[in-house]
Antibody
Framework: QVQLQESGPGLVKPSQTLSLTCTVS??????????WGWIRQHPGKGLEWIGY???????YYNPSLKSRATIFVDTSKNQFSLRLTSVTAADTAVYYC????????WGPGTLVTVSS | QSVLTQPPSASGAPGQTVTISCSGS????????VNWYRQLPGTAPKLLIY???QRPSGVPDRFSGSKSGTSASLAISGLQSEDEADYYC????????????FGGGTKLTVL
């Protein structure tokens, strides 16, 4: 059974770049035709899709974030990552990594706080 | 303001049936499939229904989904206390080169 685990800094300064990694176990990021992606949830709020990518390069982003977000796969480590540039307090959220376009598996989530 | 509209809250007594609605438009639900997620307090969301009405392995048949036109619904029968959670609908939206949109979520209370 696939398991996803997010990792990365819990605190990022405003204007800096948020970088998170999702480690996949029990599956390969190159198998099954799956897309691998990220969803976030602001404190006490609903879910916001960030984007997802296929390991061969097709990537889709939320238009509201597209200019700042990059999602990419590291096949050698069986991981995929999110980079979000020029962060502000509005990017403070729990970030989840997900598998497939139907989000059939989720990581437990990691809280990222943007603060100086 | 979410692209998909859900009622913020719903409630029902144990054993009853509750239905949660998800309203969209011709660029999302009207032309694409709907998925539903359940989020228990303090945990990550979990896929409950995909492709409008399909249940992943392990999801009880008390949960059912349907779609008609630009709206979708999630029905939970035989309500149990552990069903108390937040429920979200999601669909692909064909506008702006395409992206995933979520409903704002419905908090289900089991009375």
């Amino acid at each position: 059974q696939v398991q996803l685990q997010e990792s990365g800094p819990g605190l990022v300064k405003p204007s800096q770049t948020l970088s998170l990694t999702c480690t996949v176990s029990g599956d390969s990021v190159t198998s099954g035709g799956y897309y691998w992606g990220w969803i976030r949830q602001h404190p006490g709020k609903g879910l916001e899709w960030i984007g997802y990518t296929y390991y061969r390069g097709n990537t889709y982003y939320n238009p509201s974030l597209k200019s700042r977000a990059t999602i990419f796969v590291d096949t050698s480590k069986n991981q995929f990552s999110l980079r979000l540039t020029s962060v502000t307090a509005a990017d403070t959220a729990v970030y989840y990594c997900t598998r497939d376009v139907i989000f059939d598996s989720w990581g437990p989530g990691t809280l990222v706080t943007v603060s100086s | 303001q979410s692209v998909l509209t859900q009622p913020p809250s719903a409630s029902g007594a144990p054993g009853q049936t509750v239905t949660i609605s998800c309203s969209g438009s011709n660029s999302n639900i009207g032309v694409n499939t709907v998925n539903w997620y359940r989020q228990l307090p303090g945990t990550a969301p979990k896929l409950l229904i995909y492709l409008n009405d399909q249940r992943p392995s392990g999801v009880p048949d008390r949960f059912s989904g349907s779609k008609s036109g630009t709206s979708a619904s999630l029905a939970i029968s035989g309500l149990q206390s552990e069903d108390e959670a937040d429920y979200y609908c999601a669909a692909w939206d064909d506008s702006l080169n395409g992206y995933v949109v979520f409903g704002g979520g419905t908090k289900l209370t089991v009375l």
